[in-house]
């Protein structure tokens, strides 16, 4: 078993799939990348787990099972039924997929979404294979910039709506864009969630606490070395240095967007 202290990584996938969507396409993987990724888990001696496996291991200060690793998918395009699913099958591999419920095909549906999505026989098919079904909110905004009672609305008509079709309410919740704020981190964990992911492209450690853990990008940029060294933890400041450089810079925007947009009302 894994001391509970040990750094984790997080995968986070967005579209699978050969063609996707210009607005998907960078943050999407190809299929049999996606394939060749599992394989070196598998070669490697990882154990996948959902988020809330984590979620609960880390708050009771359980051990995790040999060389830890969280496949998580935002969103909820099509692609992860249709490619992912057989490979994490073959390989006995659990997951969590992180659904905007709004954006799913169905009763639910707004519109907006970026490219084909699942539809709810889809999500349970997903479910039945041993996926774990996070919250993602129900349209997709940016939370941050939200005033409190649309904030409420997204977090908690989501996790009521994956409720009602699952039969069991969500346990985790993952930040659309990985923007989040102490008022965002609160009002998730009003609505009911008991763990959260945000973006930060770095390891998962138990003392970033359980709304504000980090995951690592795969884009369909990210070859097989790369991939290799994400999941070894190696040389992901150094990958990721233009990201997180990126990522502070635009939080300074996203604050003062905030300020002068409550100046105003």
């Known amino acids: 078993m894994t001391a509970v202290n040990q750094a984790v990584p997080i995968l986070m996938y967005h579209a699978i799939g050969h063609r996707t969507a210009p607005a998907t396409h960078g943050l999407s993987v ?19 787990v959902t988020t809330a496996e984590l979620g609960r291991a880390w708050r009771h200060g359980v051990p995790l099972p040999p060389r830890p690793v969280l496949i998580t998918f935002d969103d909820g395009y099509e692609g992860v039924h249709r490619h992912a699913l057989p490979v994490l099958v073959k390989h006995g591999f659990s997951s969590t997929l992180f659904v905007s419920t709004g954006w799913l095909r169905g009763a639910h549906d707004t519109g907006g979404a970026l490219d084909t999505m699942l539809d709810w026989d889809q999500v349970r098919a997903l479910v039945a294979a041993g996926t774990e ?18 904030l409420r609305h997204e977090t908690l008509h989501c996790r009521e709506i994956i409720a009602g079709e699952l039969g069991a309410a969500p346990l985790s919740f993952a930040y659309p864009y990985g923007y989040s704020s102490r008022r965002v981190r ?26 504000a853990l980090e995951r690592v990008t795969v884009r369909r940029s990210t070859g097989i070395e790369e991939f290799e060294r994400l999941v070894e933890g190696r040389g992901i400041a150094r990958g990721f240095a233009r990201d997180r450089a990126l990522t502070k810079g635009y939080a300074v925007v996203r604050r003062t967007r905030r300020a002068v947009r409550l100046l105003r009302t």
């Open 30 to 48: 190809a299929p049999e990348a996606f394939a060749e990724q599992m394989d070196l888990l598998g070669g490697r001696g990882f154990t996948p």
């Open 133 to 150: 079904i996070g919250g993602h909110t129900h349209t997709h905004p940016q939370l941050d910039q939200l005033d409190d009672p649309r």
């Open 186 to 211: 609160q009002a998730v964990r009003a609505a009911g969630f008991a763990q959260s992911l945000a973006v930060g492209n770095a390891l998962a450690r138990r003392r970033q606490g359980p709304y």
